[in-house]
């Protein structure tokens, strides 16, 4: 049979898995680069223009400790599945400045989960394990899923999704979200059926221009009853508080400072 890849809905609709002509476009980071030991990324990433010109000692010496920490913290707010909190030890990473704060990513190093930053917010995070781009490269895997019963139901999808976005400090309204998400359940095509998946997708929608900015998702397993997925595009998110001296930090001088922040913000 032909194979079949993940692809999402409307959010009014089920999601379900299509066929390979419809294939998704692959997340920035996740599975591509297994490296063998801890440290920088060997992986070449585009710098936009926001970025600020160079690293410095100072940066570099508070940025994976600020990631690290950021890091452990969502393990402790959101109860994932890690025996100890990670180190420099157990983890690969990347970063640059930009005027906004931090942008790059840190990951464990077994690739099971993945944070991303982005001007100065968490804009991603992943659990490779059980978020949803897994089915999509395994029928078998797919169909196997698909056997087992959800511990949760779509309300209580919800209420986690809503207590892991409010223990990042994010209020719906006050980010221009909806207050009210949308929940769906994945379902998988096979043979004719549609069968339920224990994933979940939930939604909070841009307030303002839905159609172009996708808000926030989350998708919550109904087999660990825990966040695995994380996406935040919301415009009006706060970002994450910097050192006072950031900029000093990064040898940029006070002229150059009102310079950078006449440019538009991202």
């Not at 440290?39 to 936009?48: A, E, N, Y």
Request: hydrophobic residues 35%; positive net charge; contains cysteine.
């Amino acid at each position: 049979m032909q194979a079949s890849i993940l692809s999402a809905q409307q959010t009014n609709r089920p999601l379900r898995v299509l066929p390979n002509n419809k294939q998704a476009k692959p997340l920035p980071w996740g599975t591509t680069t297994n490296l063998a030991a801890p440290g920088w990324s060997k992986v070449k990433q585009p710098r936009p223009l926001d970025s600020i010109g160079t690293n410095t000692p100072a940066f570099d010496a508070w940025a994976v400790p600020f990631m690290l920490s950021y890091a452990n913290s969502i393990l402790n707010l959101w109860k994932l599945q890690c025996d100890k909190p990670v180190s420099t030890n157990d983890t690969t990473w990347y970063y640059y400045p930009s005027r906004l704060g931090l942008c790059g990513n840190i990951a464990t190093i077994n690739r099971r989960y993945v944070w991303s930053f982005n001007f100065g917010r968490m804009d991603l995070f992943m659990d490779e394990d059980y978020f949803a781009r897994n089915i999509a490269y395994s029928d078998e895997f797919g169909e196997r899923l698909s056997k087992i019963k959800s511990n949760i139901s779509k309300d209580e999808a919800r209420k986690i999704a809503e207590d892991a976005l409010h223990a990042l400090g994010i209020s719906p309204r006050k980010s221009g979200l909806r207050g009210q998400p949308k929940v769906t359940q994945y379902l998988y095509e096979w043979g004719g059926k549609q069968l339920p998946l224990p994933l979940f997708l939930v939604k909070w929608e841009d307030m303002e221009e839905p159609d172009n900015w996708p808000g926030v998702e989350m998708q919550v397993s109904g087999i660990i009853d825990r966040v695995v997925s994380y996406s935040n595009h919301a415009p009006k998110t706060p970002r994450l508080p910097l050192p006072t001296n950031y900029f000093e930090m990064l040898g940029v001088s006070p002229t150059n400072q009102v310079k950078i922040f006449r440019a538009k913000t991202p």
